[in-house]
């Protein structure tokens, strides 16, 4: 009985996909080529074979194309906000809403970036940690994170910092050390956590405990700093410095001082601790922070709870969280925030926020692209095809089946 209401459920579900993809084709023109690679090989899954063959990402990224998506508001500045990633760089299988995978990610960046430019905007990426730990990409090999970390690292952040992911094993964090922060740079900032070299000495985990830059387009001058929530669980090598105690600290206030006498015309604090309301640590901060800012805007972006949040902190700063899992990439823009003209009801005025899911029908269309032709860049197949390879070589292409009579189908 079981056997035939399992295969009655499977046949249900192969037609709904089917029909699915043939209406992708129809309604919006996505190329033929792509739908001819198509995901599930059926002719396999009918005789209950232990082993199915899929193709990964790259043929199996569909979504359902006739959603309504609402427009994003490009602002003068913009940002994408990446978050708790732990490693799903080749997208979500199972879920056709999160398929997309890291290239087109990459390339919806790219495509978002030139649009904001051609309408005056800035476009900064931020991505605030956990990047090991929750998918085979990134569990399978030693250490954690070998292959799929140079995936991540394709693209291009403006600020990034580490999450506690980094900093339970001491090789992954010793790896992370020793080629994501020199990869990203300058761009790679943590306020609050530092690393045992071999040397004995403690080094600041990334370039600097701020950044200080000027964005591309509109020359704001951005002043950031990272923080780490106040985590005990880190390896031998690691050392957290809580929030808590750094605001007291006086190489910390006299950092504020010297940046409150420069031109500072946005605050961004990358945190990986989350924005809620209940959350004490990021009002400790922000409490200082005022004190030596009191006109600026202060932008919070956290993450480590898994949530998309958004948090209003004062009538000049907000808190921002984009998810998990690479389901969401957080979209936020301001606009006019550095006259004080429109700083009266600016939280209502000022602020466009959206979280896109991570699927090519999101991406495509806020990159306002209308084939995966044109919407694909060289680097982002690059990724794209690189995952690939990588999740051939782990066996992450294949479904694993069970046996058991009493299991239900996974899909
Ligand atoms: C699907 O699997 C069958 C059985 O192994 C194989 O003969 C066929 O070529 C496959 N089709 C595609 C499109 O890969
Ligand atoms: C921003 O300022 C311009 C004029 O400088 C004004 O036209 C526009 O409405 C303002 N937009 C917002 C969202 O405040
Ligand atoms: C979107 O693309 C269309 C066609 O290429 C173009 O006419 C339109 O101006 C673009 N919109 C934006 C906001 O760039
Ligand atoms: C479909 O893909 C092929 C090969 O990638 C390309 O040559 C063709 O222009 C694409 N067509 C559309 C409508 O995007
Ligand atoms: C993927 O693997 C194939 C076959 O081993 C190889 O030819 C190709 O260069 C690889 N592609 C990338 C992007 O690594
Ligand atoms: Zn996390
Ligand atoms: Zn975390």
């Excluded at 074979?49 to 979504?63: M, N, Y």
């Excluded at 900064?124 to 995936?151: A, E, M, R, Y």
């Amino acid at each position: 009985m079981l056997l035939i209401a399992q295969v009655v459920t499977f046949l249900v579900a192969a037609y709904l996909i089917i029909i699915d993809l043939k209406s992708i084709d129809t309604k919006k023109g996505i190329n033929d080529s792509i739908l001819q690679d198509t995901a599930l090989n059926i002719s396999h899954l009918l005789p209950f074979t232990s082993v199915i063959e899929t193709k990964q990402q790259l043929h199996s990224k569909f979504p359902n194309f006739n959603e309504k998506l609402r427009d994003l508001r490009l602002g003068d500045i913009n940002f994408l906000h990446t978050t708790d990633t732990h490693g799903w760089y080749l997208g979500h299988l199972n879920q056709r809403q999160y398929s997309s995978d890291w290239g087109d990610f990459i390339s919806f960046a790219t495509h978002l970036k030139q649009l904001t430019a051609e309408q005056g905007g800035d476009l900064l990426l931020v991505d605030t940690g956990d990047k090991h730990d929750g998918n085979g990409l990134t569990d399978l090999t030693t250490p954690n994170g070998f292959l799929s970390n140079p995936i991540f690292s394709m693209a291009d952040y403006d600020i990034i910092t580490v999450g506690n992911h980094e900093l339970y094993v001491e090789e992954v964090s010793k790896f992370e050390f020793e080629t994501i922060v020199p990869r990203y740079g300058d761009k790679f900032i943590s306020t609050n956590v530092e690393y045992l070299k071999d040397d004995g000495e403690y080094a600041i985990f990334g370039a600097s405990k701020y950044r200080y830059f000027e964005t591309d387009v509109n020359h704001y001058k951005v002043f950031s700093l990272s923080f780490l929530f106040d985590f005990h669980g880190g390896n031998r090598r690691v050392r957290v410095t809580p929030i808590s105690e750094i605001i007291k600290q006086k190489w910390f206030l006299d950092l504020l001082d010297e940046f409150s006498h420069k031109e500072v015309e946005l605050v961004v604090i990358a945190g990986h601790l989350p924005v809620a309301h209940n959350w004490e640590e990021m009002y400790q901060l922000h409490n200082v922070l005022r004190e030596y800012f009191p006109d600026t805007y202060i932008q919070y972006f956290g993450g480590h709870s898994h949530v998309r949040d958004f948090t209003i902190v004062d009538e000049l700063s907000t808190g921002f969280q984009s998810g998990r899992y690479c389901e969401t990439v957080g979209f936020l823009s301001l606009t006019n925030f550095t006259d004080a003209k429109y700083h009266d009801d600016f939280i209502h005025t000022g602020i466009d926020r959206k979280y896109i899911d991570f699927n090519i029908h999101s991406f495509m269309h806020h990159s306002n692209k209308s084939s995966i032709h044109d919407f694909n860049t060289e680097k982002g197949l690059k990724a794209s095809k690189e995952l690939y390879n990588i999740s051939k070589d782990l066996k992450l292409t294949e479904i694993q089946f069970c046996h058991n009579w009493n299991q239900n189908f996974v899909i």
